[in-house]
């Protein structure tokens, strides 16, 4: 069984051209991209962890929603003092 890359594939090709037209390193975006979703997906699971042990707690929702802007606020500013 033939191992395919990322390079080799035509979507990651017609992805590159489209990026190159707009000006753009098509690695950078797909970097910028996969960040994004491992901060979304680390997001969801702060969001449904803080979630069940609100439902322990007796905090209503909206202090979880508050908490969480809060964590996020935080973290975004850790980022840019890096």
């Known amino acids: 069984m033939a191992t395919n890359t990322i390079q080799e594939s035509p979507v990651w090709k017609q992805f590159e051209e ?3 037209r707009q000006g753009a390193d ?3 975006l797909v ?3 996969m ?3 491992l901060e979304v997906w680390e997001d969801e699971a702060l969001d449904e962890e803080i979630s ?3 439902q322990k707690s007796g905090y209503k ?3 979880a929603v508050e908490i969480v802007r809060q964590y996020r606020q935080e973290k975004r500013r850790e980022r840019v003092s890096s």
């Open 18 to 20: 489209g990026a190159r």
């Open 26 to 28: 098509p690695v950078d």
């Open 31 to 33: 970097t910028k991209y």
């Open 52 to 54: 069940q042990d609100v």
């Open 35 to 37: 960040n994004e979703c």
């Open 61 to 63: 929702e909206s202090d």
